[in-house]
């Protein structure tokens, strides 16, 4: 039987239940959200004489709960038009609509008496074989079904999602006590092709996978840092980015989510695993009790571990809490010797090495936080999953975390971690020696482009399922490695495809990843059929190296500078020219430089969470390789007789003007900075690369041909750079914009107005790259420009002067 989704019902619309209703919306479902009915009147409706048969106010804690979660940032949808494929209702009122959907998702409160009346009252409009599913966090699953009907329980398990829903990719599927197999297969595959997550099949244990070793992780922490005699900013610094972690790290993380859920689940752990050998460690420390009877949850009572504040003249302050004296103190910075030895090492996965080695406090730190992880995990197989790399998918895809317990055990080495545990008293499971007995000196390994996992039944490497809609550029790089040089790979991806991928720092664009961009078209025009330039770290490209601008600009090597960006402008033109089809694959940040280029590729297949556009003006210039001249041809192409023309190319103008970024790939359709009938949207990022792929094969195989070059810009002259300049005028007299602000947008307005022409003509591409790059290179000849430059070099943010 094929089962496909084309609605679902939610069932609960507190922040859980709208994230999940709106990503469903996100990609394409229509959805039914319900929640329950008020019991009373607020003040507002009673002003208006409602009363509680009124529609309005039966549907209001449905309405209130999604509208909220529209406004919130960042935003659980992709683009807000898509909201309106979701439908509001009560569960009195329409309640029996769920007859006609296909999956029904109850998010409804963490008690097992609630969630089995609402089963019960379900099953009464259920239609027999729709799939129904609870997004428990930790009840067992095989509680709530009990009482319910063969067909009910056939067709019921959690689903669990991780929150926020749109951004987290975890999704644990708990099968009950009679799941048919089916069902869980049909919800894995989903998950993974249509959600856009990584979906894990865990047992029905509590806290399931990735909360039960992510909160042993931060409740180990808890604990630590007192022996340790550390502070909380300390303990930010050694568990975040440096691992490879998010930057909220340990206690900016739980005041985020809510200490208090954090409480809950913990909690739950220590009442339900009696037999777990380290249960005492999910008993709350003193001061976690003493913040609970404080009610300082984190940002939600806006105090937990931080505090904000107003600091003199009102300037916004963070305040870190003592975790000796409980009283809240300024921010103390934290540094130790280990992780400076860590700051030459690009690669997350290769730092571990070096930070177990540590001889300072940070050092002891890693070594005791690593050895009673790799303890725990190793000792949760088989109690909570056979399969030891569903342990590492779960922390990756629900926590954050770069690599997986196993993975950085590996990264370590497998005996190294054994010593450290040791030395800190601790064993791992007895499975682990028995590995290293049979021959096996590492969790995974890889083979022909593919992941293998140790099998403990099996005692062997075995292929994780799951692979073949992927290709993993780690797996491939070595043996499918065409050219190299220091900014970028070049792999053979099979089937005549050439993949271009960056490994400049934050992928920037630069000399020598322009020279592999060249290198690697000329090699695809002569041996190969198509190329795809993509990558699969935190982000396609934040854009040129603007360290190497900046250098040229203030030692006044003009002349090198005008061949480096007229060389930017000649690969962007490559890419949009060559014999062969190019296609893009952006995602994450796509910035400057990162967006021309995807501008410039025949098509681009877009992760949906790809944040897109043209900012050059955070560092005092304009799109200089090809991006200004690009928003000009798209603007042409887009106007129709009878439109006001210069409307349009203002649209466009502002988009550059004002540094506009999308929050989705959706939004970047509206920005202009992707096409729709030319550029298509992945929402799970492991499938890009493999997609990108496909695109570029079936371009070939359809008989592609090198576009001929453009001399058919149609620009306003005159007519639009006077409407542009009075607008600047205005804008800086009013005080929107500085003096230099205003300079940089009048060298914009000169560039997609096509100069001063007297009247609107048709130009080449060329025409207008030359201009772009003459208003690009007096801008670097000033000094605000070169300040702006520096500032972002060495502070990450732009500086308005």
Same mark, same amino acid.
């Given at each position: 039987?094929?089962?496909?989704?084309?609605?679902?019902?939610?069932?609960?619309?507190?922040?859980?239940?709208?994230?999940?209703?709106?990503?469903?919306?996100? +990609?394409?479902?229509?959805?039914?959200?319900?929640?329950?009915?008020?019991?009373?009147?607020?003040?507002?409706?009673? /002003?208006?004489g409602l009363t509680l048969e009124d529609k309005v106010v039966r549907n209001r804690l449905v309405n209130d709960s999604l509208t909220a979660a529209?406004?919130?940032?960042?935003?659980?949808?992709?683009?807000?038009?898509?909201?309106?494929?979701?439908?509001? @209702?009560?569960?009195?009122?329409?309640?029996?609509?769920?007859?006609?959907?296909?999956?029904?998702?109850?998010?409804?409160?963490?008690?097992?008496d609630i969630k089995k009346m609402v089963f019960e009252n379900l099953e009464k409009y259920r239609k027999p074989g729709t799939l129904i599913t609870?997004?428990?966090?930790?009840?067992?699953?095989?509680? !709530?079904?009990?009482?319910?009907?063969?067909?009910?329980?056939?067709?019921?398990?959690?689903?669990?999602?991780?929150?926020?829903?749109?951004?987290?990719?975890?999704?644990? +599927?708990?099968?009950?006590?009679?799941?048919?197999?089916?069902?869980?297969?049909?919800?894995?595959?989903?998950?993974?092709?249509?959600?856009?997550?990584?979906?894990?099949?865990?047992?029905?244990?509590?806290?399931?996978?990735?909360?039960?070793?992510?909160?042993?992780?931060?409740?180990?922490?808890?604990?630590?840092?007192?022996?340790?005699?550390?502070?909380?900013?300390?303990?930010?610094?050694?568990?975040?980015?440096?691992?490879?972690?998010?930057?909220?790290?340990?206690?900016?993380?739980?005041?985020?989510?809510?200490?208090?859920?954090?409480?809950?689940?913990?909690?739950?752990?220590?009442?339900?695993?009696?037999?777990?050998?380290?249960?005492?460690?999910?008993?709350?420390?003193?001061?976690?009790?003493?913040?609970?009877?404080?009610?300082?949850?984190?940002?939600?009572?806006?105090?937990?571990?931080?505090?904000?504040?107003?600091?003199?003249?009102?300037?916004?302050?963070?305040?870190?809490?003592?975790?000796?004296?409980?009283?809240?103190?300024?921010?103390?910075?934290?540094?130790?010797?280990?992780?400076?030895?860590?700051?030459?090492?690009?690669?997350?996965?290769?730092?571990?090495?070096?930070?177990?080695?540590?001889?300072?406090? /940070?050092?002891?730190?890693?070594?005791?936080?690593?050895? /009673?992880?790799?303890?725990?995990?190793?000792?949760?197989?088989?109690?909570?999953?056979?399969?030891?790399?569903?342990?590492?998918?779960?922390?990756?895809?629900?926590?954050?975390?770069?690599?997986?317990?196993?993975?950085?055990?590996?990264?370590?080495?497998?005996?190294?971690?054994?010593?450290?545990?040791?030395?800190?008293?601790?064993?791992?499971?007895?499975?682990?020696?028995?590995?290293?007995?049979?021959?096996?000196?590492?969790?995974?390994?890889?083979?022909?482009?593919?992941?293998?996992?140790?099998?403990?039944?099996?005692?062997?490497?075995?292929?994780?399922?799951?692979?073949?809609?992927?290709?993993?550029?780690?797996?491939?790089?070595?043996?499918?490695?065409?050219?190299?040089?220091?900014?970028?790979?070049?792999?053979?991806?099979?089937?005549?495809?050439?993949?271009?991928?960056?490994?400049?720092?934050?992928?920037?664009?630069?000399?020598?990843?322009?020279?592999?961009?060249?290198?690697?078209?000329?090699? /695809?025009?002569?041996?190969?059929?198509?190329?795809?330039?993509?990558?699969?770290?935190?982000?396609?490209?934040?854009?040129?190296?603007?360290?190497?601008?900046?250098?040229?600009?203030?030692?006044?090597?003009?002349?090198?500078?005008?061949?480096?960006?007229?060389?930017?402008?000649?690969?962007?033109?490559?890419?949009?020219?060559?014999?062969?089809?190019?296609?893009?694959?952006?995602?994450?940040?796509?910035?400057?430089?990162?967006?021309?280029?995807?501008?410039?590729?025949? %098509?681009?297949?877009?992760?949906?969470?790809?944040?897109?556009?043209?900012?050059?003006?955070?560092?005092?210039?304009?799109? @200089?390789?090809?991006?200004?001249?690009?928003?000009?041809?798209?603007?042409?192409?887009?106007?129709?007789?009878?439109?006001?023309?210069?409307?349009?190319?203002?649209?466009?103008?502002?988009?550059?003007?004002?540094?506009?970024?999308?929050?989705?790939?959706?939004?970047?359709?509206?920005?202009?900075?992707?096409?729709?009938?030319?550029?298509?949207?992945?929402?799970?990022?492991? %499938?890009?690369?493999?997609?990108?792929?496909?695109?570029?094969?079936?371009?070939?195989?359809? @008989?592609?041909?090198?576009?001929?070059? %453009?001399?058919?810009?149609?620009?306003?002259?005159?007519?639009?750079?006077?409407?542009?300049?009075v607008g600047t005028d205005s804008m800086e007299a009013s005080h929107y914009i500085s003096e230099h602000d205003k300079k940089i947008a009048n060298?914009?307005?000169?560039?997609?107005?096509?100069?001063?022409?007297?009247?609107?003509?048709?130009?080449?591409?060329?025409?207008?790259?030359?201009?772009?790059?003459?208003?690009?290179?007096?801008?670097?000849?000033?000094?605000?420009?070169?300040?702006?430059?520096?500032? !972002?070099?060495?502070?990450?943010?732009?500086?308005?002067?």
């Amino acid at each position: 039987m094929t089962r496909r989704i084309k609605s679902v019902a939610v069932i609960g619309s507190g922040i859980m239940g709208s994230g999940i209703a709106c990503h469903f919306a996100n +990609i394409g479902v229509e959805v039914l959200l319900l929640d329950i009915v008020p019991r009373e009147l607020n003040d507002k409706e009673k /002003a208006k004489g409602l009363t509680l048969e009124d529609k309005v106010v039966r549907n209001r804690l449905v309405n209130d709960s999604l509208t909220a979660a529209l406004k919130s940032k960042p935003s659980p949808i992709y683009h807000q038009k898509f909201a309106s494929r979701i439908t509001t @209702g009560n569960l009195e009122d329409d309640i029996a609509k769920v007859g006609q959907v296909d999956w029904i998702i109850e998010v409804v409160v963490e008690r097992l008496d609630i969630k089995k009346m609402v089963f019960e009252n379900l099953e009464k409009y259920r239609k027999p074989g729709t799939l129904i599913t609870s997004n428990t966090s930790g009840i067992p699953i095989n509680f !709530m079904s009990e009482g319910r009907s063969d067909d009910f329980q056939k067709h019921f398990c959690g689903t669990h999602f991780f929150n926020p829903a749109r951004y987290l990719k975890l999704f644990e +599927i708990i099968p009950g006590p009679k799941t048919d197999p089916a069902v869980l297969e049909f919800l894995n595959g989903y998950g993974e092709q249509f959600l856009g997550k990584t979906s894990v099949v865990a047992k029905d244990t509590p806290a399931f996978i990735g909360n039960r070793i992510g909160i042993f992780s931060i409740m180990s922490l808890f604990h630590m840092v007192k022996e340790l005699d550390m502070t909380i900013e300390e303990v930010d610094k050694l568990s975040g980015p440096v691992i490879g972690r998010p930057k909220s790290a340990t206690f900016r993380t739980v005041d985020v989510v809510g200490l208090d859920t954090l409480v809950h689940v913990a909690n739950g752990i220590a009442e339900n695993c009696p037999d777990d050998e380290r249960h005492e460690l999910f008993k709350l420390p003193d001061f976690i009790n003493t913040m609970m009877e404080n009610k300082w949850l984190g940002s939600k009572t806006g105090q937990g571990f931080y505090k904000k504040v107003k600091g003199e003249g009102g300037k916004r302050e963070i305040l870190s809490l003592d975790l000796n004296t409980l009283d809240y103190r300024a921010k103390k910075r934290a540094s130790f010797a280990t992780l400076e030895m860590t700051k030459t090492i690009d690669n997350v996965v290769d730092r571990f090495k070096v930070l177990v080695a540590g001889k300072d406090k /940070a050092g002891e730190f890693y070594r005791k936080t690593l050895a /009673a992880l790799f303890a725990y995990v190793s000792n949760r197989i088989p109690e909570i999953t056979d399969d030891l790399y569903k342990i590492d998918d779960a922390m990756k895809a629900g926590f954050g975390w770069e690599h997986g317990p196993f993975q950085i055990w590996d990264a370590i080495g497998v005996e190294k971690g054994i010593e450290i545990m040791k030395a800190e008293g601790l064993e791992p499971a007895a499975w682990v020696n028995d590995m290293l007995a049979a021959g096996s000196s590492s969790f995974y390994t890889v083979k022909d482009g593919a992941t293998l996992a140790y099998d403990i039944p099996k005692k062997s490497q075995e292929k994780v399922p799951g692979q073949d809609a992927f290709i993993i550029l780690d797996n491939i790089r070595k043996t499918s490695e065409v050219f190299k040089n220091s900014g970028v790979v070049v792999e053979d991806l099979g089937d005549g495809i050439l993949n271009v991928e960056f490994q400049s720092k934050m992928n920037t664009i630069g000399g020598d990843v322009l020279a592999g961009l060249n290198k690697a078209i000329d090699m /695809a025009e002569k041996d190969y059929q198509g190329l795809v330039v993509g990558n699969q770290g935190a982000n396609f490209s934040v854009g040129a190296n603007i360290g190497m601008i900046f250098m040229m600009a203030v030692e006044q090597e003009y002349d090198e500078l005008n061949m480096a960006i007229k060389y930017f402008q000649d690969s962007m033109m490559r890419m949009r020219y060559s014999s062969i089809p190019t296609i893009a694959a952006p995602h994450g940040m796509t910035l400057g430089g990162g967006c021309e280029l995807t501008m410039h590729a025949d %098509r681009a297949v877009v992760a949906a969470e790809t944040y897109m556009g043209l900012v050059e003006f955070g560092v005092g210039v304009i799109p @200089g390789g090809g991006g200004s001249k690009e928003m000009a041809l798209r603007a042409a192409d887009t106007f129709k007789k009878n439109d006001v023309e210069l409307n349009v190319l203002q649209e466009y103008f502002l988009t550059v003007g004002m540094a506009k970024v999308s929050t989705s790939a959706y939004e970047a359709f509206d920005l202009g900075v992707l096409l729709k009938g030319r550029d298509s949207i992945v929402v799970n990022k492991d %499938r890009q690369i493999a997609t990108a792929k496909k695109h570029a094969m079936l371009m070939a195989e359809s @008989g592609y041909t090198q576009p001929p070059k %453009r001399k058919d810009v149609k620009v306003l002259g005159k007519q639009a750079l006077g409407m542009f300049l009075v607008g600047t005028d205005s804008m800086e007299a009013s005080h929107y914009i500085s003096e230099h602000d205003k300079k940089i947008a009048n060298k914009l307005a000169y560039v997609m107005a096509g100069g001063d022409l007297s009247e609107p003509t048709m130009v080449s591409e060329q025409y207008l790259l030359d201009i772009e790059r003459e208003a690009f290179l007096s801008l670097c000849t000033e000094r605000k420009t070169l300040e702006r430059i520096e500032h !972002m070099l060495k502070k990450g943010k732009p500086l308005r002067n």
